[in-house]
């Protein structure tokens, strides 16, 4: 098949705005964050610390041991995961707040397969993996087909859902899931089969708990990233996002996109539910996602919910977290000031103060040529 | 199941749903403020919370409960001024912003109260006040309603105010009218007059004040502390009773009722042999029923042409 030349130079102009795009977005994350972190240095110094001796530590804290770099990478594929779970609903403009529930099932499910289901090797892991993409599917089912076919408010569902999610978790845990002979509430572990392998036992090298999940974790960011730009599926999350009513008149079924949006992102929160089980705790215990799940809209949003810079927001914002840690360790300044940063960067995100700033600089330089 | 019964049918259960439900009232009605008025007010949350830290150390170190309660109120009302600055004058999404604020609330008065008290946990080392408890003269004497109606926190009886004073407001004034309008269709207020971004401003910013109510209520009602992160998802839940009121004044004040029963029905029920994590979450199953049964309600009542070309089209 030849091309003609106005064929070829159309696809070289393309393929240079998607480039140019994702230099945008890389650059504008990495700015966000250095804004951030700015406004963090003059709350640290207003204190009456030394913000430089605190970020030193933040900063040069996660690399100084190979078991800090393993509390990162495990720490960015969690986080990674559960921001690539939003991504996908805000790409076709839905706001899913549910990524905590469709974890907890994620996990819940993948641990009752793991722990009560005998299973031959190599299945023993697929198959925990794949009912944890499920179930977490399966709850973002729910408010997906609420909002798609009825107009319900998606926020206000995913948030109930998160709340019923977790209070059943806790009552499995509490009652039929919890192992007896443990002073602490705690299911069984895991057999070893269904173990995500340690990064260790490949590198030699101790890597704490960072776990075969980073290779799953960068899998599902490609999958996803070819999704949403080279499938026909992808364009249509697009166009919905974009624009409903033109996607509407353009034939797309806008419910069933919306439904798509929503079971994608719960999968992936599912998924990262089983990085949890399998990977890093090797059995279910209470309240084991934290905070991570708001912490993965934080991501999303750095990354203008492009997959492939999801994951580089999420190593980065993770980095932030584990360098936060030391910091409090090391000095006088503690975790909260990187709250304090993310709180910023969500503002920043959002009201668009950054992009603005730019577009402005960029007309001025253009005015000037 | 008579256990059940008989600790439900118990004053002293009655009195404690009062106590219990009093934030969710207060922040829930101050959510269907702004809700009405077309901006979800999803820092509820960080309004409590930062009310409840501002309450907490202004009154510990200022030695007056009353100064501590009034920065309190002011430092929530705070919080939903910055998400109107935010949403009205920035154009954020207002979903986001909300989101942003409760970490900004979360993460600065957590860092606020180790600054000043080198205290990871909260500001129990530092002695704060407590707003007074209530007697009230002739109900005080009424052998059943009197142990639940009476003797309860000022802030209780203001949250218990607030419904019939939300209802009047929003349906019975010219602000609450406008204000309606506003949510309802603001093109159209703003094309007879009225001023949309000023009404908004100021039902965030009530919505912020009776939050903060709630928050002091929280460290300064019947523990005389604040505990980091105390408000623990409350504006959550205060978010879900709009819904489950179905946006309505008394409908939201009885639905945050019902959440407050059944956080004081799972602590009481700890001890019979019923588990206390299914009760919890009965609210919150029935608050997605109702969003469902509303949008249902809404969808086959709404007009057929709507409907008709979405059918066509796909």
């Known amino acids: 098949m030849t091309d003609t030349m106005v064929e070829l130079a159309d696809r070289r102009d393309f393929v240079a705005s998607r480039r140019r795009a994702l230099a945008v977005d890389l650059s504008m994350a990495l700015a966000t964050i250095l804004a951030a972190l700015a406004v963090g240095f003059i709350v640290i110094l207003a204190v009456g610390h030394d913000p430089l001796e605190a970020y030193r530590a933040m900063l040069t804290g996660p690399l100084q041991r190979s078991t800090r770099v393993g509390r990162w990478l495990e720490d960015a594929t969690t986080l990674t995961l559960l921001g690539l779970s939003v991504a996908i609903p805000f790409r076709a403009r839905q706001i899913s707040l549910g990524a905590e529930g469709q974890l907890y099932a994620g996990a819940l499910a993948a641990a009752v397969v793991a722990i009560f289901v005998p299973l031959p090797p190599v299945l023993a892991v697929l198959v925990p993996l794949l009912v944890a993409a499920v179930a977490g599917g399966a709850v973002g089912a729910i408010p997906g087909v609420l909002k798609a076919r009825l107009a319900a408010n998606e926020i206000v569902a995913t948030l109930m859902l998160n709340a019923i999610v977790v209070r059943l978790y806790d009552y499995l845990l509490n009652n039929q899931l919890k192992q007896p002979d443990s002073g602490s509430v705690r299911s069984a572990n895991v057999p070893a089969g269904s173990a995500l392998t340690r990064l260790q036992d490949w590198f030699g090298v101790p890597l704490g708990r960072a776990n075969l999940g980073l290779l799953l974790m960068l899998l599902t960011a490609l999958a996803l990233w070819l999704l949403i730009t080279r499938t026909t599926l992808g364009y249509r999350i697009r166009m919905v996002g974009s624009n409903p009513d033109f996607a509407r008149y353009g034939g797309i079924k806008v419910p069933r996109v919306i439904e798509s949006s929503f079971i994608i992102g719960g999968a992936v929160a599912g998924l990262a539910g089983a990085h949890l089980l399998l990977g890093v705790y090797g059995r279910l215990e209470p309240g084991m996602a934290g905070g991570l799940a708001f912490e993965g809209i934080v991501v999303a949003l750095l990354a203008r919910n492009n997959p492939l810079v999801v994951v580089a927001a999420g190593f980065l914002y993770s980095y932030l977290r584990v360098g936060g840690d030391i910091m409090e360790q090391q000095t006088d300044v503690g975790t909260e000031i990187v709250v304090i940063i993310q709180a910023v960067i969500v503002l920043l995100v959002t009201a668009r103060l950054l992009p603005d700033l730019l577009k402005r600089r960029l007309a001025r330089k253009q005015m000037a040529r | ?314």
């Open chain 2, 1 to 314: 199941m008579n256990a059940a019964v008989e600790v439900i049918l118990s004053t002293a259960f009655l009195a404690a749903v009062l106590r219990v439900a009093t934030p969710y009232v207060l922040a829930a009605l101050g959510g269907l403020i702004a809700e009405r008025a077309g901006v979800s007010n999803i820092a509820l949350e960080g309004s409590m919370l930062a009310a409840a830290c501002a309450g907490a150390l202004v009154s510990g170190y200022s030695g007056s409960t009353w100064l501590g309660a009034l920065c309190g109120i002011a430092a929530g009302t705070l919080i939903a001024l910055l998400l109107a600055v935010a949403r009205l004058n920035l154009g954020a999404d207002a979903i986001i912003a909300g989101i942003g604020l409760n970490l900004l609330a979360s993460g600065a008065t957590a860092f606020a109260v180790f600054a000043l008290l080198d205290d990871k946990g909260g500001t129990t080392g530092l002695p704060s006040g407590t707003l007074p408890t209530i007697h009230i003269p002739l109900i005080e004497d009424i052998p059943v309603a009197g142990d639940i109606l009476s003797g309860q926190n000022l802030v209780t009886y203001l949250a218990l105010l607030s419904a019939p004073a939300v209802a009047w407001l929003l349906l019975r004034t010219k602000f609450g009218f406008h204000l309606r309008a506003v949510g309802e269709m603001p093109e159209a207020a703003r094309s007879v007059g009225i001023r949309v971004r000023r009404i908004q401003f100021l039902a965030l910013a009530l919505s912020g004040a009776l939050a903060g109510l709630a928050g002091i209520f929280l460290s300064m009602g019947y523990v005389s502390f604040f505990v980091r992160d105390m408000t623990a998802g409350r504006g959550f839940i205060a978010l879900a009773a709009i819904f489950l009121g179905g946006l309505r004044p008394w409908g939201v004040f009885f639905a945050a009722l019902g959440f407050g029963a059944a956080e004081a029905l799972a602590v009481q029920l700890g001890n019979l042999d019923i588990p206390p994590q299914l009760v919890s979450a009965i609210p919150y199953a029935a608050t997605l029923v109702a969003l469902a049964l509303n949008a249902w309600r809404r969808r086959s009542r709404s007009d057929p042409a709507a409907s008709t070309t979405q059918q066509i089209a796909q």
